[in-house]
């Protein structure tokens, strides 16, 4: 489902512009959502990333005529370190993908979601 996480423009240690795209899937546009993104420390174990979308979009972000941006509403993701080996996650996101999306296909996306939010957690570690 994600295709493309990147960084477009590091705005200081904790604030970047980041791409995010997923891939089409039999008759849906592949989607993608251009925002600014903050990780922010709550305390020694509690780290907090929100997303605000840029609708403009950004000057370094890549046109893709085959896909559609779509728009991040609501994009929080709490992160609590339990254990070395072990984070909670909880996350509050709603997303507007555009366009039409049919039932079945909402379905298979939500089914894959853990999975691609678990890629975008990695990634923003990275960044």
Do not use: W
């Amino acid at each position: 489902m994600c295709d493309e996480f990147k960084c477009l423009e590091t705005v200081d240690n904790d604030t970047n512009v980041v791409l995010f795209r997923t891939k089409s899937k039999f008759v849906v546009s592949a989607r993608e959502m251009v925002s600014a993104q903050s990780r922010r420390k709550i305390s020694a174990t509690e780290t907090a990333i929100f997303r605000v979308n840029l609708e403009e979009g950004h000057p370094n972000a890549p046109v893709h005529k085959d896909a559609v941006r779509g728009e991040g509403i609501i994009y929080g993701v709490f992160l609590k370190k339990v254990s070395d080996a072990e984070t909670a996650v909880e996350a509050y996101f709603l997303i507007n993908p555009k366009g039409s999306v049919p039932t079945s296909i909402v379905n298979s996306m939500v089914e894959q979601q853990l999975q691609c939010f678990e890629n975008d957690i990695e990634a923003i570690n990275k960044i």
